[in-house]
C-alpha cells in the first residue's frame, strides 16, 4: 500500500529544486507542522536554517493564536496583524500557499495550494480534509500548452489574494527594506514570478475565488451559472466541518439555501439525493435537527475513511465542500465540485468578509466523467471526495450524531508591536548595539529592551546597548510596561535569529561558494580539504603547498577561485551571489589569515571587481548588477580594514 496522502507532501520540491519562499495563510498552524513544512521545503533540519538565518515561510494566520516564535521554526516567520481584528474579517480563515521553487540548474517553480485544512498536526494525525494543488514551471511559459493559462490565472488569483491579506499583516520582518538579504531577496522574486504568470493569463477565468466582493455562495452560483449548462444531477452531497450554532429544530438555514439556490438554476432533478457529511462526533445544528433533515428527504452521513489511511481509521471530517453529478452505477457525469476554506455557516459562506464574515477562499472545479474508482494515481470520485456509496455511512434520528462541546476560549490576539524586530551593530568598544529597523517611526519614549536576565538595557536615542554575544531574541516593554513581546535580533547580513555568523578562515572562503546556489553546511567543513577543494578531487596543481606557504597566495588562490565561480552567475541570481558573497567574506573579518595577509598592506578584492572576474551582465558601469556587486564589495573592505590600502594588482 503506498503511503498515506498528507498536507506535507505538498512542501515538498520537485526533482532539482530547492524552496526558496513561500506564503502561507490560515486559520491556525502549530509549531511541529510548520518546522516538519519548513525541513521539506528546504531539505534542511531546523538546525542548520536556524544558522543560515534565512526566512522561508511567511504565515499570516487568525490574529487569535499563540505566536510561533522563530527560535521553535527557524526559517518560519509569523506575522502579526497590523491593528485590532475585526474590521477587515470576522475571522482569517482562507487556507491558501504559494510557494516557489528555485532549480539547481536554471528556472524555477511555483506551486499553489487550496485546502479545507489547518496547517497543524493534528492535521496531519486525525483530520479527513482535502487540498487542490498544480505546479507552474518557467519552462512552461515559452510553449504554452492548453492548461497553461488557466494555471497561470489562478497563480495570478492567489498572488493576488495573498497580497491583499499581506496588507493587514506586519511584514516588515521578511521584507527588510533596509538593504538586500536572502530573505528580502526571495520575497521579491517569488513575487516576480508570480507577475509573470499572471502576465500569460491571457482571457482565463481563475477557478478560486474568495468572498471580498461577494459571498462564497454568489461565488459559486456564479461558476454554475457560466459553466454547469442545463444538466441536471441526481446527487448532491454538501460536506463542512463546522454548522451553525441550533437552527430551533429545522433544516439549518444555509444548507436549505444552498439546495434551494441550486435547484432554482434547473441543475437538480426532483428526485435528487441530498446528502449532508458531518463529523458524528461534533456537528452543531445537524444533530439538532434531524427530524426536519428527515423529513425533507435528505440524508446525514458519516464519511467513507479511505483505505489509504488505514483499515482502523476514525479521521474525524473538517473538510468542506459541495460535490453534485449524475451518479451512475460505474462512474459520475456532468460533476462539479467546491471546495475550500469556507465552512457552511453565514459567517463562512453566506456573508462577504467583514464584521460579519470570515476571510474564505474556495476553488471551482468541474468534470465531465468520472468513475467511483480507480487505479492508484488516476482521478475518482473516490480519491477526489469522501462520499459514500450505495447509502452506506447514514444516521438517523434513531442514531442520531453529537452536537459536540462549544468552540474552547480563544488566546488574546497577535497584533503587531512598535517593532517586529530589532539590528545588531557593533559597538566601538567590542559591545553590540540594539538599534530599530531601517525606515521605522520613532520608538515610543518607553519602549524598553530587556537583557538576558529581564533586566532594562541602557538606551541611546533609538538604540539599546547590548553587553555580551549578539542574542537570537529580546524581550521587549511599552505601554508603561502593560505590554511586551519577543522579537528576533536581525545581524548586520540580514540573517534572523541566527546569532552570531561562525568565523570563518580565509583558507575556507571559496568552499562556501563553490555550490552556489546551494550552501555548504557549517557543519559539514571537514569535507573540504586546505583550499577549499572538495575532499576526493583532483587538486590544483601545487595548490596545497602555494596555500600553506604564504598568507598572500592562500588568499589570492581563494580569490581567484571565487572569482571564476563568480563569472558563471547569471542575471537573476546574480542579487543573490551578492549577498553570499559578502556574508562568506563578513565572516572571515578578524580572522588570522586576514591579519597576516594586511601585514603586506595591500587590498586583494580588486580580484574580485576587475571584469575578466565578473560575468558580463556585471560589467556594465553604472548598471544595477555591477553596482550591487560593487556596493558589497565596498562593505566587506570596511569590515576588512581595508580602506586606504594599495590594490594588489598595483604591485604587480
Given at each position: 500500500m503506498s503511503a498515506a496522502p498528507s498536507l506535507l507532501h505538498l512542501f515538498e520540491p520537485p526533482e532539482d529544486c530547492e524552496g526558496l519562499f513561500g506564503w502561507v495563510c490560515g486559520f491556525s498552524a502549530d509549531a511541529g507542522f510548520l518546522d516538519a513544512a519548513a525541513e521539506r521545503f528546504t531539505r534542511k533540519p531546523a538546525s542548520v536554517r536556524a544558522r543560515y538565518g534565512q526566512l522561508v515561510l511567511g504565515v499570516m494566520l487568525d490574529p487569535f493564536h499563540e505566536p510561533v516564535s522563530v527560535l521553535d521554526v527557524p526559517g518560519v516567520a509569523d506575522l502579526p496583524l497590523r491593528i485590532a481584528p475585526g474590521g477587515a474579517f470576522r475571522l482569517m480563515h482562507a487556507k491558501v500557499a504559494l510557494l516557489g521553487f528555485r532549480s539547481r540548474t536554471a528556472g524555477w517553480r511555483l506551486r499553489v495550494i487550496v485546502t479545507t485544512a489547518n496547517w497543524t498536526q493534528q492535521t496531519v494525525e486525525d483530520s479527513l480534509d482535502l487540498a487542490w494543488c498544480f505546479d507552474v514551471d518557467s519552462g512552461e511559459l515559452s510553449q504554452g500548452d492548453e492548461t497553461l493559462?488557466?494555471?497561470?490565472?489562478?497563480?495570478?488569483?492567489?498572488?493576488?489574494?495573498?497580497?491583499?491579506?499581506?496588507?493587514?499583516?506586519?511584514?516588515?520582518?521578511?521584507?527588510?527594506?533596509?538593504?538586500?538579504?536572502?530573505?528580502?531577496?526571495?520575497?521579491r522574486e517569488l513575487a516576480a514570478w508570480a507577475a509573470l504568470c499572471a502576465g500569460h493569463a491571457g482571457t482565463a477565468k481563475p477557478r478560486i475565488f474568495d468572498n471580498r466582493q461577494r459571498s462564497l455562495l454568489e461565488g459559486m452560483l456564479g461558476y454554475l451559472r457560466e459553466y454547469a449548462g442545463g444538466t441536471r444531477r441526481n446527487l448532491l452531497a454538501l460536506a463542512s466541518g463546522f454548522f451553525e450554532a441550533n437552527t430551533g429544530g429545522g433544516v439549518p438555514a444555509v444548507l436549505d439555501r444552498i439546495v434551494r439556490e441550486i435547484d432554482a438554476l434547473g441543475l437538480l432533478t426532483q428526485s435528487a439525493n441530498v446528502d449532508v457529511y458531518v463529523n458524528e462526533k461534533a456537528c452543531q445544528s445537524v444533530a439538532t435537527s434531524m427530524r426536519a433533515i428527515e423529513e425533507a428527504?435528505?440524508?446525514?452521513?458519516?464519511?467513507?475513511?479511505?483505505?489509504?489511511?488505514?483499515?482502523?481509521?476514525?479521521?474525524?471530517?473538517?473538510?468542506?465542500?459541495?460535490?453534485?453529478?449524475?451518479?451512475?452505477?460505474?462512474?459520475?457525469?456532468?460533476?462539479?465540485?467546491?471546495?475550500?476554506?469556507?465552512?457552511?455557516t453565514p459567517a463562512g459562506f453566506l456573508n462577504r468578509t467583514g464584521q460579519a464574515g470570515n476571510f474564505e477562499v474556495g476553488v471551482f472545479l468541474d468534470f465531465p466523467r468520472l468513475p467511483w474508482s480507480a487505479p492508484a494515481g488516476t482521478l475518482a470520485v473516490t480519491t477526489l471526495v469522501p462520499l459514500q456509496r450505495n447509502g452506506e455511512g447514514g444516521l438517523s434520528l434513531n442514531a442520531p450524531p453529537s452536537k459536540g462541546e462549544p468552540m474552547p476560549p480563544r488566546p488574546p490576539a497577535f497584533i503587531a508591536g512598535p517593532v517586529a524586530f530589532l539590528q545588531w551593530r557593533q559597538h566601538a568598544d567590542g559591545k553590540g548595539l540594539?538599534?530599530?529597523?531601517?525606515?521605522?517611526?520613532?520608538?515610543?519614549?518607553?519602549?524598553?529592551?530587556?537583557?538576558?536576565?529581564?533586566?532594562?538595557?541602557?538606551?541611546?536615542?533609538?538604540?539599546w546597548l547590548w553587553l555580551g554575544a549578539m542574542p537570537r531574541q529580546t524581550a521587549l516593554r511599552w505601554d508603561s510596561g502593560n505590554r511586551g513581546a519577543s522579537v528576533p535580533i536581525v545581524d548586520e547580513l540580514g540573517r534572523v535569529a541566527?546569532?552570531?555568523?561562525?568565523?570563518?578562515?580565509?583558507?575556507?572562503?571559496?568552499?562556501?561558494?563553490?555550490?552556489?546556489?546551494?550552501?555548504?553546511?557549517?557543519?559539514?567543513?571537514?569535507?573540504?580539504?586546505?583550499?577549499?577543494?572538495?575532499?576526493?578531487?583532483?587538486?590544483?596543481?601545487?595548490?596545497?603547498?602555494?596555500?600553506?606557504?604564504?598568507?598572500?597566495?592562500?588568499?589570492?588562490?581563494?580569490?581567484?577561485?571565487?572569482?571564476?565561480?563568480?563569472?558563471?552567475?547569471?542575471?537573476?541570481?546574480?542579487?543573490?551571489?551578492?549577498?553570499?558573497?559578502?556574508?562568506?567574506?563578513?565572516?572571515?573579518?578578524?580572522?588570522?589569515?586576514?591579519?597576516?595577509?594586511?601585514?603586506?598592506?595591500l587590498d586583494p578584492l580588486e580580484v574580485l571587481r576587475i571584469d575578466a572576474s565578473r560575468p558580463a551582465h556585471a560589467c556594465v558601469r553604472g548598471g544595477e548588477s555591477a553596482t550591487r556587486h560593487e556596493a558589497a564589495l565596498a562593505r566587506v573592505a570596511a569590515a576588512w580594514g581595508l580602506c586606504n590600502l594599495r590594490s594588489f594588482r598595483e604591485t604587480r
Open positions: 493559462a488557466q494555471r497561470c490565472a489562478d497563480v495570478g488569483m492567489a498572488s493576488e489574494i495573498l497580497g491583499w491579506l499581506g496588507r493587514h499583516y506586519d511584514g516588515s520582518l521578511v521584507e527588510f527594506a533596509g538593504r538586500d538579504s536572502e530573505t528580502s531577496l526571495a520575497v428527504g435528505w440524508s446525514v452521513r458519516t464519511p467513507t475513511r479511505p483505505l489509504m489511511f488505514g483499515a482502523e481509521s476514525l479521521r474525524t471530517l473538517h473538510a468542506k465542500f459541495i460535490f453534485s453529478a449524475n451518479s451512475r452505477t460505474e462512474a459520475c457525469t456532468s460533476a462539479w465540485l467546491y471546495l475550500g476554506s469556507g465552512n457552511l540594539l538599534t530599530l529597523p531601517p525606515g521605522s517611526a520613532a520608538a515610543p519614549a518607553d519602549l524598553g529592551v530587556l537583557d538576558a536576565v529581564g533586566e532594562p538595557c541602557a538606551r541611546e536615542g533609538d538604540a541566527a546569532g552570531e555568523a561562525p568565523a570563518l578562515e580565509v583558507v575556507d572562503l571559496a568552499s562556501h561558494l563553490m555550490e552556489f546556489p546551494a550552501r555548504l553546511d557549517d557543519g559539514d567543513d571537514d569535507d573540504f580539504v586546505q583550499g577549499g577543494t572538495p575532499a576526493g578531487a583532483p587538486q590544483p596543481v601545487d595548490a596545497g603547498r602555494q596555500a600553506a606557504s604564504s598568507p598572500v597566495r592562500t588568499m589570492m588562490w581563494q580569490l581567484e577561485k571565487i572569482a571564476q565561480q563568480q563569472t558563471t552567475v547569471n542575471e537573476s541570481d546574480w542579487p543573490f551571489w551578492c549577498v553570499r558573497l559578502e556574508e562568506v567574506l563578513f565572516r572571515a573579518a578578524g580572522s588570522k589569515g586576514l591579519a597576516e595577509f594586511l601585514q603586506f598592506g
